[in-house]
């Protein structure tokens, strides 16, 4: 079965006596064939016929001129190509040396089979040549407006064989606009001559991919160029290395900053006189300062790891009483969804002293906007419960003192304004407390 569209061959100063039965060969075999009997011929058809897959040339005569031509063909048209001789001698292999892989061979009288195998060869290389040339090119394009730079570099050794310097070979537009560094300024250039004060690192990099063949990541600073690079690094050829470059100095900023913070955070958290905690969202504690870890008796770093409510705490109200679960600060953030504050109960240490704490606490929100924990602060508030129990009992009894005496007994301040009377002035004025409180204390004086 022929096919719809059969491949074109052009015969190329073929002799008559051969031209006829290769015709006829070819024809029969689903060839297209037109004939050429000079140079000028054989231009004309093929600039008339572009789809022409191959060219089978005859180079019994002026084998050398005839070559170059041939050469300069299958460069303008992107053909495949026979070349048919009665031999190929020795002159002729030396000029075909350098371009051996270039072409198919026919010698004549080696028979139809070898014949037809060499053309569709020569037929199948125009295509695959067509293929890469649009692959190559597409690849160009894709290179040329890559977001990312990229470079093609030459390795420069010394005497030694150490690699010491590079050049540029290639670079497209995205490499001019992140690097700063202009193709016409830096094409055949040597780094040193471009960046005499690149850092030893940059070339290190460079060197062991050129020499191992691995491919290399890696972030870099130039001085020079004043920003932060990130870096592939691989190998095309050898003696070349070829970049992919991503200015990433905005991030690298972002990350110190970040890192600064961060520091200052734990600086802050460490330093803290409250103590700190975090919970997530099954109500595990997951961080705790050292104040906090001083408030609640954690001594073991292993024991850190428990929840808030964990019956090791012992948690009960201050005066002993039991606490309900869903007024501890986790229960309540998580259920109200907003900050709590004050909450106050009591827990116990391992040794069975009880610690008095006053918790306030926030929830954290993860993406989505659901509860994903708490952050809290945490004071102990056991001395000044203390305190303030010691100055409750004393004042009741200095109240029960005072009312119980004969004595009239007041206290005012610097302004002659009364802030206490007892139990027997007021018998004794007969009027109300409120109404001798400040300076109305001296309405009683006659």
Same mark, same amino acid.
């Given at each position: 079965?022929?096919?719809?569209?059969?491949? +074109?061959?052009? +015969?190329?100063?073929?002799?008559? !006596?051969?031209?006829?039965?290769?015709?006829?060969?070819?024809?029969?075999?689903?060839?297209?064939? @037109? /004939?050429?009997?000079?140079?000028?011929?054989?231009?004309?058809?093929?600039?008339?016929?572009?789809?022409?897959?191959?060219?089978?040339?005859?180079? &019994?005569?002026?084998?050398?001129?005839?070559?170059?031509?041939?050469?300069?063909?299958?460069?303008?048209?992107?053909? =495949?190509?026979?070349?048919?001789?009665?031999?190929?001698?020795?002159?002729?292999?030396?000029? +075909?040396?350098?371009?051996?892989?270039?072409?198919?061979? *026919?010698? %004549?009288? #080696?028979?139809? *089979?070898?014949?037809?195998?060499?053309?569709?060869?020569?037929?199948?290389?125009?295509?695959?040549?067509?293929?890469? /040339?649009?692959? #190559?090119?597409? %690849?160009?394009?894709?290179?040329?407006?890559?977001?990312?730079?990229?470079?093609?570099?030459?390795?420069?050794?010394?005497?030694?064989?150490?690699?010491?310097?590079?050049?540029?070979?290639?670079?497209?537009?995205?490499?001019?606009?992140?690097? =700063?560094?202009?193709?016409?300024?830096?094409?055949?250039?040597?780094?040193?001559?471009?960046?005499?004060?690149?850092?030893?690192?940059? @070339?290190?990099?460079?060197?062991?991919?050129?020499?191992?063949?691995?491919?290399?990541?890696?972030?870099?600073? &130039?001085?020079?160029?004043?920003?932060?690079?990130?870096?592939?690094?691989?190998?095309?050829?050898?003696?070349?290395?070829?970049?992919?470059? #991503?200015?990433?100095?905005?991030?690298?900023?972002?990350?110190? /900053?970040?890192?600064?913070?961060?520091?200052?955070?734990?600086?802050?958290?460490?330093?803290?006189?409250?103590?700190?905690? @975090?919970?997530?969202?099954?109500?595990?504690?997951?961080?705790?300062?050292?104040?906090?870890?001083?408030?609640?008796?954690?001594?073991?770093?292993?024991?850190?790891?428990?929840?808030?409510?964990?019956?090791?705490?012992?948690?009960?109200?201050?005066? =002993?009483?039991?606490?309900?679960?869903?007024?501890?600060?986790?229960? /309540?953030?998580?259920?109200?969804?907003?900050?709590? %504050?004050?909450?106050?109960?009591?827990?116990?240490?391992?040794?069975?002293?009880?610690?008095?704490? &006053?918790?306030?606490?926030?929830?954290?929100?993860?993406?989505?906007?659901?509860?994903?924990?708490?952050?809290?602060?945490?004071?102990?508030? !056991?001395?000044?419960?203390?305190?303030?129990?010691?100055?409750?009992?004393?004042?009741?009894?200095?109240?029960?003192?005072?009312?119980?005496? @004969?004595?009239?007994?007041?206290?005012?301040?610097?302004?002659?304004?009364?802030?206490?009377?007892?139990?027997?002035?007021?018998?004794?004025?007969?009027? &109300?407390?409120?109404?001798?409180?400040?300076?109305?204390?001296?309405? #009683?004086?006659?």
């Amino acid at each position: 079965m022929k096919p719809d569209n059969p491949p +074109l061959v052009l +015969l190329a100063c073929v002799p008559d !006596t051969l031209a006829i039965p290769q015709s006829a060969v070819l024809a029969n075999n689903g060839f297209q064939v @037109m /004939r050429a009997e000079s140079t000028e011929d054989c231009e004309s058809l093929l600039q008339a016929f572009p789809e022409t897959k191959a060219l089978l040339v005859d180079l &019994s005569s002026h084998p050398a001129k005839s070559l170059r031509t041939v050469r300069e063909f299958q460069k303008r048209f992107r053909l =495949g190509v026979v070349l048919m001789n009665q031999q190929f001698g020795s002159e002729l292999a030396d000029n +075909l040396a350098e371009h051996q892989q270039e072409f198919q061979y *026919f010698l %004549y009288g #080696s028979g139809e *089979f070898l014949f037809l195998n060499a053309v569709r060869a020569a037929c199948k290389t125009r295509i695959v040549t067509a293929r890469i /040339r649009e692959k #190559s090119q597409h %690849y160009r394009e894709l290179v040329a407006e890559m977001h990312q730079g990229v470079a093609v570099h030459e390795a420069i050794r010394d005497a030694s064989g150490k690699m010491v310097d590079y050049r540029f070979l290639a670079v497209n537009n995205s490499f001019e606009r992140i690097s =700063g560094l202009k193709r016409e300024r830096i094409i055949g250039k040597t780094v040193r001559e471009i960046l005499p004060g690149l850092e030893p690192r940059w @070339m290190e990099h460079y060197a062991a991919v050129v020499d191992t063949g691995e491919i290399r990541h890696f972030e870099e600073y &130039s001085a020079e160029l004043g920003k932060h690079f990130e870096v592939t690094a691989y190998r095309p050829q050898v003696e070349e290395f070829a970049v992919v470059i #991503s200015d990433v100095t905005e991030r690298k900023v972002i990350e110190t /900053r970040i890192h600064q913070e961060r520091r200052l955070f734990e600086r802050l958290v460490e330093t803290s006189p409250a103590g700190i905690m @975090m919970v997530d969202r099954t109500g595990k504690v997951i961080f705790s300062n050292s104040q906090a870890d001083a408030i609640l008796g954690i001594k073991d770093p292993a024991t850190k790891d428990r929840q808030y409510n964990s019956p090791e705490w012992r948690i009960t109200g201050l005066s =002993g009483e039991p606490f309900p679960d869903d007024q501890l600060a986790f229960s /309540r953030v998580k259920a109200l969804r907003c900050p709590q %504050y004050n909450i106050q109960h009591a827990i116990s240490w391992p040794d069975g002293r009880r610690v008095l704490l &006053s918790t306030n606490a926030a929830p954290l929100f993860d993406a989505n906007g659901e509860f994903d924990g708490m952050v809290a602060t945490i004071n102990d508030i !056991t001395e000044r419960i203390h305190t303030e129990n010691v100055l409750r009992t004393s004042e009741d009894r200095f109240r029960n003192l005072a009312d119980n005496g @004969m004595a009239l007994i007041w206290s005012a301040g610097s302004e002659r304004r009364c802030t206490f009377f007892n139990k027997p002035w007021m018998e004794f004025t007969g009027r &109300s407390l409120h109404e001798q409180l400040g300076t109305g204390w001296m309405d #009683s004086v006659h």
